[in-house]
C-alpha cells in the first residue's frame, strides 16, 4: 500500500502544477478523515487500531478518492465521502479484505449521486482560466466557499474534456471542430493529459516493482483502444480518437490504481483480462452514451 503512494505522486506533482494545490488539501482533508473513521471503526469493532492504520490500506482509499473528485470540493463532500467509503463501503463488509467493491469508488458514487452539482465544478488549467486562484483564495473556497469579488465560479471551473466533447457532439458540432478548442492539447485536454502521463510513469513503477501484474493495465489500455478504435474508423467525424480515451479523465488513475485493487479484483490470468475487458468496454460506454462525462 506504501507503495501504491508513492506511484501516484508524479501524478499528484503534476496536478499540483497544471492546477494549483488545492488538490493537496483535499488529499490532506480526505487522509485526515479516513484515520479518524478507521480508527473509531476498529474501536467500535473491537479490533486492535494501531496495526490496522499502519497497513496504509485507509491513506489509500483517501488519496484515490481526493483525485477523483474536484479539487475546489467543498471540505465537507471530502469529508462525508471519505467517512462513507471508510466506514460502509469497508468496515460494513467486516474491513479489509471482504470488502467486494473498491471502497473509494463506492464513496464516489455516493458524492456524484447524492451531490451531482459540486462534483462538476473542476478547476481550469492555471494556463487557461479567465482568473487564477491563489492557493489563499482556494483554501477560502474549499472551507467557506467565498470567492473574491472580481471573479465567479465560471471564471476558475470549466467542464471536464470528456464533458466538453460530450456536450458538443450532441450540438452537432464535428471532432475536429471540437479539439481545436485551446482547452484541448495533444493527447487529451490542456494540463490533464499531463496529470495521465504522471499517472502512467506511477504505473510503470508498480510493473517493475512487481506490486500489480501486467493483465489488468494492459487489457484494459488495449482493450479501450480497440473499443474507440473501431468507433473512430466507423465515424472520425463524431468519435475521439483511441489516444484521446487513454489520456482524459481517469483512463490511467483507473488502469493502474483502481482496477487492480488486491480485493476487489479478480485473481486469476483469465478473470482478469475478462475484468479489465468488461471494464474498458464500461468506459466507453459511458464517455459516449451515458448520463456522465467518465
Known sequence: MRQVL???????ALYVWYFGPAILVSITLASITALVTEATMLKLRKRPIAPFLKDNSALLTAWLLAL????????????????FAIAVAKHLYGGLGNNPFNPAMIGYAALIISFPMPMTQWLS????????????????????????????LDGVTM????????????QGEPIDQILMMPIFSQLGGHGSEMVAIGFLLGGMYLLARKIIS?????????SLFVIAGAFY?????????PLFHWFS?????????ILTDPVSSPTTPKGKIIFAAGAAFI????????????
Open 6 to 12: 508513492f506511484a501516484l505522486i508524479p501524478g499528484i
Open 68 to 83: 477523483a473528485i474536484p479539487p475546489l470540493a467543498p471540505w465537507w463532500l471530502v469529508v462525508v465521502g471519505t467517512a
Open 283 to 294: 468506459t466507453y460506454m459511458i464517455r459516449s452514451y451515458g448520463g456522465f462525462p467518465d
Open 233 to 241: 474508423l466507423f465515424d472520425s467525424a463524431h468519435h475521439a480518437t
Open 214 to 222: 501486467w493483465h489488468i493495465p494492459a487489457d484494459y489500455l488495449v
Open 249 to 257: 479523465g481517469a483512463s490511467m488513475l483507473g488502469a493502474f490504481f
Open 159 to 170: 467542464a471536464t474534456p470528456l464533458d466538453t466533447v460530450k456536450t458538443h457532439l450532441n
Open 125 to 152: 488549467p492555471q494556463s487557461l482560466a479567465l482568473n487564477s486562484l491563489s492557493f489563499g483564495e482556494q483554501l477560502a473556497y474549499i472551507f467557506n466557499q467565498v470567492l473574491p469579488n472580481s471573479l465567479n
